[in-house]
């Protein structure tokens, strides 16, 4: 039996494993596709603390892993399938096996959260995007839409403007709620044309994107404006479908913690984006795993 089992290898995960593995607990990391989480689809990251110059999101992710593998903590590639989290044995399912545990920690993160337009998900990888730093490259010298205001919005329009020829930020708002860092730099951009106070309405094309229509929200009247794709950066949505109906959650969809990262049931803590939290970012993630193992291995101390 394992003493921490944590779901979910992106920063939040990795931090706790390296917290609990270097704590002597007998722990294990079950992640489904790969270590770094939503950190490493980020061409740079600027603003966690001792990488003066930045340091790619892809770098960032591997050192997080490699740092938690030096004191022997195990990742499995693996997918969870359920948990079990009521009573003093958790399970986790996985294809063909149950892995049993003390307490769990809980790091699945978040996903993109997206527009509900008509063929948006049959456009997905044609034109529509989630990921700038990912698909930006491929629209070199054409013009694309950024949709959202805030700091992820901003600043895909800001990597996008070293490629693309003109970039919309399309916004429901008059005002962005970026950081006045980001907004006077994209302000300053010739190439990024704001469209206040405006919805996407519609994706443009068969194939592949060739335009969005949006819609003006006082007064009603509908542009169309021809782009090769569409970035959407209009926030996140928590990936709790597994706990959904075992833990308590926010409005949002976020797993309600208290300051030690315990969730409502004893044993079992939450870490990084998938929780209530007032900011989602690499560092603040690290923290969160760091917090919530500490948490976890006290609480093991208690029970023994």
């Not at 730099?185 to 335009?211: D, H, T």
């Not at 003006?216 to 090769?228: F, L, P």
């Not at 950066?233 to 969809?253: F, N, R, W, Y």
Request: aromatic residues 6%.
């Amino acid at each position: 039996m394992l003493d921490i089992a944590i779901i979910g290898g992106g920063p939040a995960g990795l931090a706790a494993g390296l917290y609990a593995a270097r704590g002597g607990a007998k722990a294990e990391l079950f992640e489904a596709l790969f270590s770094g989480g939503q950190a490493v689809k980020t061409h740079q990251i600027d603003n966690y603390p001792g990488f003066v110059d930045g340091v790619e999101g892809f770098a960032l992710g591997a050192k997080l892993e490699q740092h938690a593998a030096r004191f022997g903590l195990p990742i499995r590639y693996e997918q969870v399938q359920s948990l079990e989290l009521d009573g003093p044995v958790k399970r986790i399912v996985l294809p063909g096996r149950t892995v049993e545990a003390r307490t769990v920690i809980l790091a699945m993160g978040a996903k993109p959260r997206t527009l509900g337009l008509p063929r948006e998900q049959e456009l997905t990888g044609s034109g529509v995007s989630y990921c700038a730093t990912c698909d930006g490259a491929f629209f070199r010298d054409r013009a694309v839409a950024v949709v959202g205001g805030g700091d992820t919005a901003v600043s895909d329009a800001l990597y996008l403007a070293r490629f693309a020829s003109r970039i919309y930020v399309v916004h429901r708002r008059d005002a962005l709620r970026a950081a006045r860092v980001l907004q006077d730099a994209a302000f300053a951009e010739e190439k990024i044309e704001f469209v206040w106070n405006s919805l996407p309405k519609a994706l443009v094309g068969e194939q592949s994107v060739s335009g969005l229509t949006v819609e003006q929200v006082k007064t009603g009247e509908a542009r169309t404006m021809d782009v090769a794709a569409v970035f959407v950066a209009v926030g996140i949505v928590p990936e709790t479908a597994l706990v959904k109906d075992q833990l308590a959650l926010d409005a949002g969809g976020a797993i309600r913690t208290d300051a030690h990262l315990a969730t409502s049931i004893p044993g079992v803590f939450a870490a990084g984006d998938i929780r209530t939290t007032p900011l989602r970012q690499v560092v603040t993630a690290c923290a969160d795993g760091a917090v919530a193992a500490t948490s976890a291995l006290d609480y093991l101390s208690k029970q023994q």
